[in-house]
C-alpha cells in the first residue's frame, strides 16, 4: 500500500511540475508573439541633392507601463502556485509511513 501511495504522490507531482513548465511555457510564447513587430521599411532614398532639410519622425514603439505590471501580477501568481503545489507535495509525502 505505501509503495502503491508513493508512486501515485511521485506520478502527481511530475503531473504539476510539467503543468507548471507547460503553462509557463504557454505564458512565454504568448509573450514573444504578443511581442514581435514587422521589420522596418527600407529607408526611401530621395533625391541625389536634398532640396531641404530631412524630417525626423520618432516612433515609440514600446509598451504602455500597465503590460510590465499585469506581466509581473502573473509572474507573481505562477510562483505563488507552484511553491504552493509543491509545498502539498512535501505535506503530503512526509505523512506517509516509509517501508523499512
Request: charged share 5%; net charge positive.
Amino acid at each position: 500500500m505505501t509503495i502503491v501511495q508513493r508512486t501515485t504522490a511521485t506520478a502527481f507531482a511530475a503531473s504539476a511540475a510539467f503543468a507548471a513548465l507547460a503553462g509557463l511555457g504557454a505564458l512565454l510564447i504568448a509573450a514573444s508573439s504578443a511581442a514581435a513587430q514587422p521589420a522596418p521599411d527600407p529607408p526611401y532614398p530621395g533625391p541625389a541633392t536634398p532640396t531641404s532639410p530631412p524630417t525626423v519622425v520618432i516612433v515609440h514603439s514600446g509598451s504602455p507601463w500597465w503590460t510590465f505590471v499585469l506581466v509581473a501580477i502573473a509572474a507573481a501568481a505562477a510562483t505563488l502556485l507552484v511553491a504552493w503545489l509543491v509545498s502539498r507535495i512535501r505535506h503530503h509525502t512526509a505523512a506517509l509511513p516509509v517501508a523499512h
